[in-house]
């Protein structure tokens, strides 16, 4: 199913071709269409008990693919053995087949969520075995042809890439895996099947590990098709191996995709960790669009009051590319003009370089270099950071500096504002300081 080739995609080249990344155009576009001229599908997250009025509306027109975030889990469809209660998960699986969309079923096999008779039960080896298979043969059979992609097995591995102890893990060892994909294909033939997991998203012991596992299944002939990269993210951490890491999995002959995105920050959220956010969204969105075999994007909630991170992370939040009323954030204007047509794939084509040329008592003299790290022109540029101490702007020169609080955007003159690839532009600024002049917290570019 990935690089889907439309007709919709020669359309939507021919009306927004861009002659740079971030036109009113493509960000105007819904995601969805946009994400289908590049052959990916862009999804979401959902809870069913939200899917009427404005969220249902955003959740249809913006993405073409959809995932529940706890209605398919095995303590929400089984909580009692062998009562089944499939309300919720027919819910979403119904919404997206109205609106045309995929359904990532989200998850068979994991250590979180389950019931207590299964996470507390008494196993031999076999009995959990099948316990174990029937639940997959079950839920999978349910919804046979209706769910593209499961998330067979979730979260497998330790920090360090070793098997997690989980009551699989510790019960059955590495072979769970295999079975549960074996009773994965046989009830479905039809769909993907994902091994899923959290902190792989670069390269690293975790990924390292999970590589090791996916090539071991492949030798054994285990039915997997692909590989699920999280990505809860943190501001400002996208891995730089990110690409590179999708890529090797790719090398290997399975799919990957990007399963759950999101990238959370300190609150308050602030104009400059909202531009920084847009950057790392745009950058996640170019590393999939890189490797040709990556099948899709979906971000973990698409609105801030629909996000887990609040609950798990205190103080933290702004997660995701919409906020809390359903209007957009600068990170879906990144996801967009990342998936715009003509936005070359690959690592964001802008780096700002921010160093103080000269200091006073009271003042100081700053410069920021904008490099084109692309392989396309950059046609306007647009650089934020923030002042930890206090620092205020007072006059700038070859850019349009803006201030507000402790938030500076700068962005290019006239003149300036074409970078070709590999060049690099200047400006500066005279500043106020006081008690001290620490570089700035937050500096993106784009
Ligand atoms: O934890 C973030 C995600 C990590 N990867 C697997 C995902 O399945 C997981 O999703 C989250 C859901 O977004 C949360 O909504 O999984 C959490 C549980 O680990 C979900 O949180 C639970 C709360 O813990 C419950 O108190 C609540 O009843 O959501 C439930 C339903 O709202």
Redesign the pocket.
Known sequence: MFRRLTATAALLAAALTPTLAGTASAADAPLRELADARGIYLGT?V?GGKLTGAYADTAAAQFDSVTP??EM?WGSVEPVRGQYSWTGADRIVDFAEAHGQEVRG??LV?H??LPSWVENGTWTPDALRTVMTDHVTTEVSRYKGRVDHW?VV??PLNEDGTLRRSVFGATLGESYVADAFRAARAADPAAKLYV?D?STDGIGAKSDGMYALVKRLLAQGVPIDGVGF?A?LILGQVPSTMEANLRRFADLGVDVAIT?LDIRMTLPATEAKLARQKADYAAVTRACLAVTRCAGLTV??FTDSD??IP??FPGEGAATPYDENLSPKPARAGIAEALAPGTPPGPAGCTAAYTVQSQWGGGFTGQVTVRNTGTAPLTGWRVVWEYPAGQRIAQAWNATVAQTGTAVTATNLPYNGTVPAGGSVTFGFNASWAGSNPPPTVLGCG
């Open positions: 997250a809870t975030g706890n889990k989200h998850t994991w979180s969520q998330d979730n979260e899923n959290y999280q809860h759950e973990w909630g996000s887990w609950d798990f």
